[in-house]
């Protein structure tokens, strides 16, 4: 079965808020986790990527925090814009694959 | 350039019919994927080619039958096409196997079955 999930399936936030899209995983040897931003009828792009070394990492205007301890991770945009607005998937990598959660839609409110 | 280009993008076709979608990546990578993504979003991993050789066949109808001629192309060949197989289908190629490896997907092929 799928070793990723994500907590919420959409998400609405107003234009210049910070936005926080979670993620469960139950696969306690995965040490490799992606955020994947995908836009309707493209595919998946990445946007992200932590190892388990690691408790945060920051891009531009993202962030994705991982707790090992309960097999959470999360992403933050900063400043959410309309050109956010999508289906977001956290992937975590074992057994040479990359399993994907169940995406959660974020719609951006002018 | 289109990094992974996959063909077609929309695929209409009848029951039982055999059809085939074509992936080619330019970026030199030597692993290949099928991902299939269903109405409700889920993707899905297929197959996966290292240097034309198959690394994972996930429990796959032998209806699809993955072909890599060479480590740029992964082609995607379905038999006897039936309504459950409507679905998105995407291509991804990554440097190398996956273990720490970002995926670069291509855009698509709709497939619909009626």
């Known amino acids: 079965g799928e070793s990723v999930g994500l907590h919420l399936p959409t998400l609405s936030v107003q234009e210049g808020d910070n936005s926080i899209i979670n993620c469960a995983y139950s696969?306690?040897?995965?040490?490799?986790f992606i955020w994947y931003k995908q836009e309707s009828g493209k595919g998946p792009q990445f946007i992200i990527d932590i190892r388990s070394n690691m408790d945060k990492r920051q891009g531009q205007r993202v962030t994705v925090l991982l707790n090992k301890t309960v097999k959470h991770l999360s992403l933050q945009i900063a400043a959410t814009q309309p050109g956010d607005s999508a289906v977001y998937f956290c992937?975590?990598?074992?057994?040479?694959?990359?399993?994907f959660g169940a995406g959660t839609t974020v719609t951006v409110r002018a | 350039d289109t990094a992974v280009s996959q063909t077609p993008k929309y695929l209409v076709t009848q029951m039982g019919n055999d059809k085939s979608i074509k992936c080619e990546q330019n970026l030199g990578h030597d692993t290949m994927y099928w991902y299939k993504q269903d109405s409700k979003k889920f993707l899905k991993i297929m197959f996966s080619y290292n240097n034309k050789e198959l690394i994972i066949n996930e429990t796959v109808p032998n209806r699809f039958s993955p072909k890599s001629p060479d480590k740029a192309h992964l082609n995607l060949h379905i038999n006897s096409l039936e309504l459950g197989d409507s679905a998105v289908y995407f291509c991804?190629?990554?440097?190398?196997?996956?273990?720490?490896?970002?995926?670069?997907f291509g855009s698509g092929t709709q497939l619909s079955v009626l």
């Open positions: 696969n306690s040897a995965s040490d490799y």
């Open positions: 991804a190629s990554s440097q190398g196997v996956v273990g720490g490896e970002k995926l670069f």
């Open positions: 992937a975590d990598a074992n057994d040479y694959k990359l399993s």
